[in-house]
């Protein structure tokens, strides 16, 4: 069984209720509270509710991939507009175990995960000594990266 935390965010439709939704999409084992959150990278756009999930799985991650994707499109996801811009869901896997993974199509850790205050926050919400290879712990990259604040 591999621990994998995936990011979600929404800022279209019915956002809390997508994000329960799609927590429930993925069998997410625990959620984190649910917070409002400004834009990451096109700030001209509504604000967002972000949370993280955690998902307890048999399966590697190209198949939780998989499922993810499945969601957001069950959920209304549509790959159109600009990078970073509005959506009815978005789901990001931010951490499989302990594992490096780099492949086309499928980065874990995700890149940007101790970047974004959105995701570390409610990360450290579910799981403040998980380790972020190469990086440290989330306790530790949401500390360096409030400080910054």
Do not use: C, K
């Not at 927590?23 to 993280?52: H, K, Y």
């Not at 570390?120 to 990266?145: F, H, K, S, Y």
Request: no cysteine.
């Amino acid at each position: 069984m591999t621990v994998a935390y995936v990011g979600l965010g929404a800022n279209l439709g019915d956002r809390e209720a997508t994000l329960r939704a799609a927590a429930a999409a993925i069998g997410a084992t625990r959620l984190s509270s649910i917070r409002e959150t400004e834009p990451w990278g096109l700030v001209d756009q509504p604000a967002f509710l972000n949370a993280v999930a955690e998902v307890e799985t048999d399966t590697g991650a190209h198949e939780l991939l998989d499922l993810l994707l499945t969601a957001e499109r069950d959920l209304g996801r549509e790959r159109t507009g600009p990078r970073w811009g509005p959506r009815a869901i978005d789901l990001d896997l931010l951490l499989y175990g302990d594992e490096i993974i780099a492949e086309s199509g499928l980065t874990v850790p995700h890149p940007h995960l101790h970047e974004r205050l959105f995701v570390l926050e409610p990360l450290a919400e579910l799981a403040p000594g998980a380790v972020v290879p190469g990086r440290g712990t989330v306790a530790e990259l949401l500390t360096a990266i409030e400080s910054l604040a």
